[in-house]
């Protein structure tokens, strides 16, 4: 046994911050099932939303924030991201962190659902790489932060309502560890893997969700998942994400007869909040019967944009593409899960003890839709938040349940393989950018199905990511057929209209019946 006074569980921008701040006080292990550099946060492109000038305003941000998230936001929530999360950068800025500067000033961008520029940058599209870098290199600095890479968390150890650690499996001994701590953290990231086109990397397949609801955490909101409207589309390749500061800087998006589009639909045209960019997209696909469609930056300064975008840039020419005068083939792909781990302010889940930051923990900040840039933000102000909180955690005499030992098995690698591909293709068919009650229930019932194959004790971690994956995507399913209506990241073409009863966050605990909870207005 291992023990630390907070685990964290997880090593994107969320988890390297709370595990930065959390070793102010203490020793912490952070566990992750591959390198400490792989997560989401590496690869976003985007950037990080913060008031920073004169001419905007915490008002304006906190507006942008809720018109995006469609009436599902807290506001505590949101009025925290935004004036904290203004601290924290400057908190960065302070230790070294460098962002992009022009002439003294903070190069800023635009991007989808905000009214001003406010985008901060990191090399360009590289901004989730140079904070995570950065977060990484400060922690690898902390003597009392121990890493455990390629070990993945297997079970968390609650008891009496009580979490006292965790249970993991280190790939490379093929041995079974418990850790002991005072507060547990999970940090894991998102889900969107569960899809066929997505544009995170393979680890994202929601493994902190399906944990922490077999503890008895809270879920809320995650029927709601966010489609990046602009992933590039080559039949065979990766999903590689086109930051929607792309359209920031003034990309069109054109349909396959080469028209724009999106100004007959929205009063900020290309940059309308993701997920009505996103339907618009499907809409046209559906329409011409084509698999995408494109985004054109050959109007633009090429030169801007071969400086302002040089990941995208040099990515692409490896595909015979040049972004300043071919057209770019896009359509959308699952992006980020807007729902998960319900959290009090603090990021502390309904379970003492557990804590919840970043993209697995629904904090109420996003709503129905994330606003663009706003998920890195979150990462720095909630992973601070948890930390601080955990770091008050009294250690006490727990209980540590007895485990079952969890061993891998070779020989059922491609059933989880064939079977997650399965499962990624029913999900995008069923329960994708656009549902309905009929397409919602087909996929439950073969979720089932494909559920009373594995064993009822499982304890190979092949079959263990299958039942995760399964039960996800039943939940995602069940509770995208009770919310009868069209919001945000989810959109039903058999209840189109927002429906003012349905103006709650949608709760989901294992063995409790669904209950919808009131927004923090």
């Not at 009063?267 to 909040?273: D, K, R, T, V």
């Amino acid at each position: 046994m291992k023990e630390f006074d907070t685990i964290i569980v997880g090593s994107g921008l969320a988890g390297l911050t709370a595990a930065f701040h959390a070793s102010k006080s203490g020793s912490v292990a952070i566990i992750t099932k591959s390198q400490l550099d792989i997560s989401n946060s590496y690869y976003a492109q985007g950037g990080i939303a913060v008031v920073t000038e004169e001419n905007d305003s915490f008002d304006s941000h906190i507006q942008d924030t809720l018109t995006a998230g469609r009436g599902l936001c807290d506001l505590d929530s949101v009025k925290i991201l935004v004036s904290e999360g203004q601290a924290c950068v400057k908190e960065l800025v302070n230790i070294g962190m460098q962002f992009d500067t022009e002439n003294g000033h903070f190069v800023q961008g635009l991007e989808g659902g905000h009214s001003h520029r406010r985008i901060l940058h990191a090399g360009g599209d590289a901004t989730g790489k140079g904070l995570t870098c950065f977060m990484l290199k400060k922690v690898q600095e902390q003597k009392n932060i121990q890493a455990f890479e390629y070990t993945t968390v297997v079970e968390l150890l609650v008891n009496n309502q009580i979490c006292s650690g965790v249970q993991a499996f280190d790939f490379a001994s093929s041995k079974n560890i418990v850790f002991k701590s005072k507060a547990t953290i999970i940090a894991t990231g998102g889900l969107s893997r569960i899809y066929d086109r997505s544009t995170n990397p393979h680890t994202a397949t929601g493994d902190g969700i399906a944990l922490a609801y077999h503890a008895g955490a809270k879920l809320s909101d995650i029927e709601f998942i966010q489609f990046h409207p602009s992933a590039l589309y080559i039949p065979g390749e990766e999903a590689f994400l086109i930051s929607e500061a792309v359209r920031g800087e003034g990309a069109w998006l054109l349909n396959p007869k080469g028209e724009r589009f999106m100004q007959h639909i929205h009063p900020l045209a290309e940059l309308a909040p993701r997920d009505v960019v996103a339907h618009a997209i499907y809409n046209e696909l559906q329409q011409h019967q084509a698999d995408f469609l494109y985004l054109s930056l050959k109007h633009l300064n090429p030169e801007l944009i071969r400086k302002r975008f040089t990941t995208i840039y040099n990515t692409l020419l490896k595909y015979n593409i040049d972004i300043t005068t071919d057209l770019l083939p896009i359509s959308p792909a699952a992006h980020y899960m807007v729902g998960g781990i319900h959290t009090d302010l603090h990021g502390e889940t309904n379970i003492e003890g557990l804590f919840a930051c970043g993209e697995v923990a629904s904090t109420g900040v996003m709503g129905a839709n994330r606003l663009a840039s706003n998920s890195l933000l979150e990462c720095l102000v909630f992973g601070k938040r948890a930390a601080e909180k955990a770091n008050q955690k009294m250690q006490t005499e727990i209980f540590l349940p007895e485990i079952a030992p969890i061993h891998v098995d070779t020989g059922n690698e491609n059933l989880f393989l064939e079977t997650k591909n399965r499962i990624a293709t029913l999900m995008t068919k069923k329960a994708g950018i656009v549902r309905s009650a009929e397409k919602l229930t087909e996929a439950i019932e073969e979720l089932k199905t494909i559920k009373e194959q594995l064993p009822e004790k499982i304890n190979e971690y092949n079959l263990l990511k299958i039942k995760h994956i399964t039960d996800i995507c039943t939940l995602i399913c069940e509770s995208a057929l009770v919310r009868k209506e069209s919001r945000g990241g989810h959109i039903r073409e058999d209840f189109q209209l927002e429906d003012p009863k349905f103006c709650a966050h949608l709760i989901q605990q294992k063995d409790h019946q669904f209950k919808f909870q009131e927004i923090r207005k």
